[in-house]
Antibody, heavy 119, light 107 residues
């Protein structure tokens, strides 16, 4: 059974940093591109970042480019999102998600971890 | 970026009603459109991929149509368990973008 479990969320002050983790199991982690998608409270879904299975070609939404860094440890089956210079508008539940190899459909999602940026 | 305009933002219908949600892309995205269902406090669930293909295990009352810039999602007979917010999402190009969502309620 595929499982994605996020951790690392919490309350942080504006300008602060946080690192999210996503522990993956039930599939060959290194074979799949992985994504982060966020959802502000009461709002819609917003794609944040993706990374290839081998850790190459990290790509970001403009809103987080230069502040967030996606990475992965295939030996530990874990996806990361390092978030620096956090802003109030980064407050959201952050989901990791796995796509199908054949297309970019998000077929597995974690339950998410809440990041709150507030003083 | 490709903008996805979804409408309506909310709707209220009776059990058994036919419900249709539309999604318009700001440019041609071919068939590269997904539809997701999200229930409160839960992660989204893929229902339709490639605009019209039903994901395995999803009830046949859900369907999708369209290509290019105009797409539709239909629930042929609304059931109480269909209460949720529905999102379209394009995967023609990065950044991946979602519609604003449609909240479906029972009248």
């Amino acid at each position: 059974e595929v499982q994605l479990v996020e951790s690392g969320g919490g309350l942080v002050q504006p300008g602060g940093s946080l690192r999210l983790s996503c522990a993956a199991s039930g599939f060959t982690f290194s074979s799949y591109r992985m994504h982060w998608v966020r959802q502000a409270p009461g709002k819609g879904l917003v794609w944040v970042s993706r990374i290839n299975g081998d850790g190459s070609s990290p790509t970001y939404a403009d809103s987080v480019k230069g502040r967030f860094t996606i990475s992965r440890d295939n030996a530990e089956n874990t996806l990361y999102l390092q978030m620096n210079s956090l802003r109030a508008e980064d407050t959201a539940v952050y989901h990791c998600a796995r796509v199908r190899i054949s297309d970019s459909s998000f077929i597995y999602w974690g339950q998410g971890t809440l990041v709150t940026v507030s003083s | 970026d490709i903008q996805m305009t979804q409408s309506p933002s909310s709707l209220s219908a009776s059990v058994g009603d036919r419900v249709t949600i539309t999604c318009q892309a700001s440019q041609d995205i071919k068939k590269y459109l997904n539809w997701y269902q999200q229930k409160p406090g839960k992660a989204p669930k893929l229902l339709i991929y490639d605009a019209s293909n039903l994901e395995t295990g999803v009830p046949s009352r859900f369907s999708g149509s369209g290509s290019g810039t105009d797409f539709a999602f239909t629930i042929s007979s609304l059931q109480p368990e269909d209460i949720a917010t529905y999102y379209c999402q394009q995967y023609y190009t990065l950044p991946l973008t979602f519609g604003g969502g449609t909240k479906v309620e029972i009248k």
